[in-house]
């Protein structure tokens, strides 16, 4: 049966998936070694040493094309190993790419700290106008990288319209996915060339692992990534690729459920005196809701918000926290709740951290599988911690 039938839900825990050929475990085994024997003088299996290839990280290749609709998919050691080595197989000296404003920090410090360095140039700009995205485009120009939802605003970019301008202009164009994953956007659908996954956040799902993957319909492309993979030496571990394997299963289930308890608690944001804005794709007073609701399948799990009271208001809901917890992170069964202008976006300079919207007093939710009533509950009295706190510390003699 042909896995291009298959619903998502069955893609999850069946598509790209065979048993093993030694005692067909129902679970894919976990080729914990470096190295693979030779049969004789070259002569091998298909594999020879893990930092070019594991049958253990080859089975979650063939899992993820599945999910993405791509003959295969190759998996990294990290999201940013996945980035780093796609720019490095498409850009080389004197190269020009054209990136989103509001993306994930490392993305902003690869260029700033390496690629510059190297010759390697990249706008970023405001992606969720097509017309900037267009403006910004050099006879060097070589890829466009947009992450979207982006992090940590959620502002979106219209894929179809960026797609049409890159293809008008003979330019790749790369999606960071990592927010929505396959199951609730379809990038290829859309328009774009490339799909870009951390997977360390719902693809995992559970916390365990770091990685990242690409997908494309371009084999070539994807041949040459897994030479630069195995040049750089950051292909995926075989145990986190085993943990991966296990967790995306639950992938569908999870966002179904992370979507509705996010919209519940950016609903209750929303009401809240103490709440200055909310950041949700969900809400129809999101500025790009309608986006959303056309080029998405689910408004995902993520909840951005500021209190009126701005950055001490957030420092002190953070650290009033009991059931949520402060972490980094995202996509995970546990609630996290992040700061970005300390963690996350720390290194961007604090000017225009403001100008991309991340105030000192944004904070990001990534809801978990808890129940959002309980959720709810430990955001009440952290906010309203937070705002009794400051005057407490005032009426000190």
Not at 50 to 65: G, K
Not at 348 to 357: E, H, S
Request: glycine share 8%.
């Amino acid at each position: 049966m042909s896995t291009k039938t298959f619903q998502e839900a069955t893609l999850a825990i069946r598509g790209g998936r065979t048993l093993d050929n030694h005692a067909s475990s129902i679970l894919f085994p976990l080729y914990q070694t470096g190295i693979f024997v030779h049969d004789a003088v070259g002569v091998d299996k298909g594999y020879s040493y893990s930092r070019v290839s594991n049958p253990t990280v080859d089975a979650l290749e063939q899992a993820l094309a599945a999910l993405e609709g791509t003959r295969s998919a190759v998996s990294f050691r990290t999201g940013m190993a996945a980035i780093t080595t796609l720019l490095f197989t498409l850009l080389r000296s004197g190269d020009h790419a054209v990136l989103s404003d509001v993306v994930y920090g490392g993305t902003m410090r690869l260029f700033r700290e390496v690629l510059d360095h190297l010759g390697i140039s990249g706008d970023f700009v405001d992606t969720s106008n097509p017309a900037a995205v267009e403006a910004a485009i050099r006879p060097t120009t070589r890829l466009i990288l947009i992450e979207t939802p982006g992090n940590p605003t959620l502002k979106l970019a219209d894929v179809q319209a960026i797609s049409r301008i890159a293809k008008r202009h003979s330019i790749l164009l790369a999606v960071d996915n990592t927010f929505l994953t396959p199951i609730l956007q379809r990038p290829f659908e859309l328009g774009a060339d490339i799909s870009i996954l951390s997977t360390t956040k719902y693809i995992d799902g559970h916390n365990a692992t770091v990685g990242g993957s690409i997908a494309s319909h371009d084999e070539a492309l994807m041949e040459r990534l897994r030479l630069i993979r195995k040049t750089l030496g950051c292909i995926q571990a075989p145990f986190e690729a085993w943990l991966t394997l296990q967790g995306m299963k639950t992938l569908p289930m999870r966002l179904r459920l992370q979507c509705a308890g996010a919209l519940r608690i950016a609903q209750w944001l929303q009401a809240h005196p103490d709440v200055k804005y909310v950041f949700y794709p969900g809400l129809e007073s999101f500025p790009q809701h309608a986006l959303a609701a056309a080029q998405q399948r689910g408004f995902g799990g993520i909840v951005a918000f500021e209190l009126q009271g701005g950055a001490e208001a957030a420092r002190h809901a953070l650290n009033h926290l009991q059931l949520c917890s402060r972490a980094e992170s995202l996509g995970g069964l546990e609630t996290l709740l992040t700061h970005p202008s300390t963690t996350t976006h720390a290194d961007l300079d604090p000017q225009l951290r403001q100008t991309l919207g991340i105030s000192d007093g944004l904070i990001r939710i990534s809801v978990g599988l808890e129940d959002p009533e309980d959720l709810i509950a430990d955001l009440s009295q952290a906010i309203a911690a937070a705002a009794s706190e400051p005057r407490a510390e005032k009426d000190k003699p």
